[in-house]
């Protein structure tokens, strides 16, 4: 029965230590799914980079970085982060910071956001980044 005992307590042990180095093996390699996702985002940022030291045509260079822009929208998109709207939408301190405040324009914008100073983004409905804005005062 003792013996048995010594079996199992080093049995739980072992999986204890083991649940503890998949555990970390997750948090050090847990973000290389989205990494992944992004690599291409990075490699046609650099040839955007190559091109406009050439570029002559203003227009093809801003198309290019534009596209650029939507392809990593649709990857961060996919990975469930969403951008928290804040045209005409009304103050929530749940996902708006007010930076600043400033005399509504109308009586219809009072505690309303007139202005966005920086995007707030949701992943997977949870707030990681506050949306920084003006609210009409």
């Known amino acids: 029965m003792k013996k048995q005992l010594l079996y199992k307590v ?8 083991r649940v503890i180095k998949e555990k970390a093996d997750l ?9 992944t996702a992004i690599l291409p985002v990075m490699d046609d940022m650099e040839r955007a980079l190559e091109q406009m030291q050439k570029a002559d045509d203003v227009q093809a260079v801003l198309e290019g970085v534009g596209l650029i822009q939507k392809k990593f929208q649709s990857i961060l998109e ?3 982060v969403k951008a928290i709207e804040t045209k005409d939408a009304e103050f929530d301190v749940e996902v708006h910071e007010a930076v600043a405040q400033f005399p509504a324009p109308t009586p219809e914008m ?3 956001v007139v202005d966005c100073t920086q995007k ?9 980044r506050h949306a920084q804005v003006v609210v009409g005062i």
């Not at 080093?10 to 230590?17: P, T």
């Not at 707030?120 to 990681?128: C, D, F, S, T």
């Open 10 to 17: 080093a049995e739980f042990d072992n999986y204890r230590k």
């Open 27 to 35: 948090i050090l390699n847990g973000g290389e799914k989205v990494i």
């Open 78 to 80: 996919k990975q469930g």
């Open 110 to 112: 009072k505690n309303k």
């Open 120 to 128: 707030g983004y949701k992943l997977n409905e949870k707030v990681i």
